[in-house]
């Protein structure tokens, strides 16, 4: 392999290619580093979250909310709590005067 050419396996893949790239010892740094780099999302996996449903099943859920449309539907359901009749009575101030009160003047 010379400065400029990279021989590439027929049925290669880019990945293929990247790695030839970044192990090339003839190859300038800077182009060895960028092909590294392209290459590390495909070569190492990522840190991801995963979550673990280990209280109920899918299954479990789906009876449950199940059994609960059937309650619902033979009416068995409690009644809804009722508001209060009157609300509580609300305390309103007169607007304060627009015009300047000369209590509030400065000296």
Excluded: C, W
């Excluded at 400029?4 to 740094?29: I, K, Q």
């Excluded at 209060?84 to 627009?98: D, L």
Aim: aromatic fraction near 4%; glycine fraction near 2%.
């Amino acid at each position: 392999m010379n400065a400029e050419y990279v021989e590439l396996p027929p049925h290669g893949t880019a990945l293929d290619l990247l790695r030839l790239v970044y192990r090339s010892a003839t190859l300038p740094l800077s182009t060895r580093m960028r092909a590294a780099m392209a290459a590390i999302p495909y070569e190492t996996p990522r840190l991801a979250v995963v979550a673990q449903v280990t209280e109920n099943s899918l299954a479990e859920l789906l009876d449950r909310r199940l059994a609960k449309l059937k309650q619902m539907k033979n009416g068995n359901e409690p009644k809804p709590i009722e508001p209060p009749a009157t609300p509580p009575p609300v305390e309103v101030k007169p607007p304060m005067p627009r015009l300047a009160d000369r209590r509030y003047r400065r000296f």
